[in-house]
């Protein structure tokens, strides 16, 4: 494994902007992540994990440790449905691979960016699907322990934009491989309203190949979809979560908005109740395609956050607080940040 030297990150994340790693190094074995670790401990520097980087901002100064970003590659078919998939892995390459041979299980999940080990990190989920319904095993470097384990799906955590990885023990777990159980000859799933009214206004037979084809595009007019040379693509995706509130405060935040139309919500469970963080913002003045410089928000998709050129993290970052700002002001509530910032 050859370490790099001031290697230059925005170019490495959808986003596109931030500055360079002081070290740097691609990770193609579970040995060289092992390595990795041992290189970095033994130098007293901290390490950073990367995938796609496609839900990453990273700090202008970059980042004084080393960046090892995870190249494992590898699909294993295991039998009935059970696949062992290397954690460099393309995300929406392996979804397409599951599609073609009749896997049901991640086909609204097409179309998502980044790779197979991102994805237990944040549990992704999109159209009515999240990764948690078909992991069934995550296998990971354990930083406290030096060793390789083998987590079940219990033992990740699972929930909304949140797991072990990113929450309970943040930075502990380098991810190798995760294992899927997924569903032979399965329904494909239409539970999402976009994705129902697509077909209901379609002549195609629903199957695994139309749903997927069908969240493309959905994901597309929504600058959801990596396309080469939008610029609303330069995105982290979704740069804020949709808020989870107490049901009693519902009520409240909806007056406090003044706004003529029902808010929009969604029970969360446990008396919680979720928001549109959408709804918030474009309330709080912030509507598509609103520019603030080098930064903006994407003609199409509320909640995405873009570089419009040559942006810095300092101007996305600008964006945000104001557009917390608003929102905080207009609706007393607080919009968390969905991207992970490095350096
Ligand atoms: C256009 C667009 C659309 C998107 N749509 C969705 C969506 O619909 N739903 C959704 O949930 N997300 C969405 N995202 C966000 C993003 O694609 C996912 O979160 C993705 O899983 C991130 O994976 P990544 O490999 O790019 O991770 P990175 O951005 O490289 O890293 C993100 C975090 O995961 C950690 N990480 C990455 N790989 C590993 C590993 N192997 N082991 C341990 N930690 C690791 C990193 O350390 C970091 O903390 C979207 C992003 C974009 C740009």
């Not at 202008?60 to 970003?69: E, K, R």
């Not at 590898?74 to 392996?94: C, I, N, P, T």
């Not at 997927?212 to 396309?227: E, F, P, T, W, Y």
């Amino acid at each position: 494994m050859t370490i790099r030297e001031n290697v230059a990150l925005g170019p490495l994340t959808t986003l596109g902007v931030g500055g360079p790693a002081r070290y740097f190094a691609v990770a193609e074995t579970e040995a060289d992540v092992a390595e990795a670790v041992r290189w970095a401990e033994e130098r007293g520097v901290s390490l950073f994990v990367l995938g796609g980087g496609s839900n990453l901002l990273v700090s202008d100064a970059g980042f004084a440790g080393l960046v090892l970003q995870i190249g494992i590659k590898g699909v294993r078919d295991r039998r009935d449905g059970l696949f062992q998939v290397g954690a460099g892995e393309v995300w929406d390459e392996f979804v397409d691979r599951m599609v073609k041979a009749g896997m049901q299980g991640v086909e609204c999940l097409a179309g998502i960016p980044g790779s197979v080990g991102g994805t237990p990190v944040q549990n992704v989920g999109a159209y009515g699907q999240e990764v948690a319904e078909t992991i069934v095993l995550v296998r990971a470097f354990d930083r406290k322990s030096c060793q390789f384990v083998q987590l079940d799906r219990e033992a990740c955590k699972f929930r909304y934009r949140k797991s072990l990885f990113n929450k309970d023990e943040p930075d502990r777990y380098i991810v190798t491989r995760v294992d899927f159980r997924l569903h032979p000859s399965g329904q494909p799933q239409v539970t999402y309203g976009d994705v129902k009214r697509y077909f209901a206004e379609s002549s195609e037979t629903i199957d695994l190949a139309s749903v997927a084809s069908a969240v493309r595009q959905i994901r597309r007019s929504k600058g959801m979809l990596l396309v080469e040379n939008d610029p609303d693509c330069r995105s982290a995706g979704s740069f804020f979560k949709n808020p989870v509130v107490e049901a009693g405060r519902v009520a409240e935040i909806a007056a406090a908005g003044t706004c003529k139309e029902a808010m929009p919500h969604w029970p969360a469970g446990d008396g919680l109740v979720k928001l549109s963080a959408a709804w918030l913002i474009e309330r709080a003045g912030f509507g598509k395609g609103f520019a603030d410089g080098a930064a903006g928000i994407s003609s199409r998709h509320t909640l995405a956050l873009i570089n419009r050129g040559g942006a810095t993290a300092v101007d996305i970052e600008r964006l945000q607080d104001r557009i917390r700002t608003g929102v905080r002001e207009r609706f007393g509530v607080e919009l968390e940040r969905e991207p992970v910032k490095l350096g």
